[in-house]
Nanobody
Framework: QVQLVESGGGLVQTGGSLRLSCAAS????????MGWFRQAPGKEREFVAG????????PYSDSVKGRFTISRDNAKNTVYLQMNSLKPEDTAVYYC????????????????WGQGTQVTVSS
């Protein structure tokens, strides 16, 4: 089993940056693809970015491509989401999730989820 704990959320102005972290428990972290999702009030949860187990592949949603960067440190059991050029529409609760796969399948089943961290971008 994998437990995930997100951190790094907060309030930032438009154009600012934040880095989210997701710390994972367990010795099998490096065998999981990881993903970041977000859910804004009144909207469905959406895929933001994913990263393969080795870190070599990282798909992004069109809405964040070029602004967000996902990375992972398997030695530290941690996945990151660097968010730059933030916009008010990026405001949401951000969740990290683990998928039993080598490469992430954004529309597939993610087996473990964190509790989420709030990101608010003011205009």
């Amino acid at each position: 089993q994998v437990q995930l704990v997100e951190s790094g959320g907060g309030l930032v102005q438009t154009g600012g940056s934040l880095r989210l972290s997701c710390a994972a428990s367990g010795r099998t972290f490096s065998s999981y693809a990881m993903g970041w999702f977000r859910q804004a009030p009144g909207k469905e949860r959406e895929f933001v970015a994913g990263i393969s187990a080795s870190g070599g592949m990282s798909p992004y949603s069109d809405s964040v491509k070029g602004r967000f960067t996902i990375s992972r440190d398997n030695a530290k059991n941690t996945v990151y989401l660097q968010m730059n050029s933030l916009k008010p529409e990026d405001t949401a609760v951000y969740y990290c999730a683990a998928q039993r796969a080598i490469v992430p399948v954004p529309t597939g089943l993610f087996d473990y989820w964190g509790q989420g961290t709030q990101v608010t971008v003011s205009s």
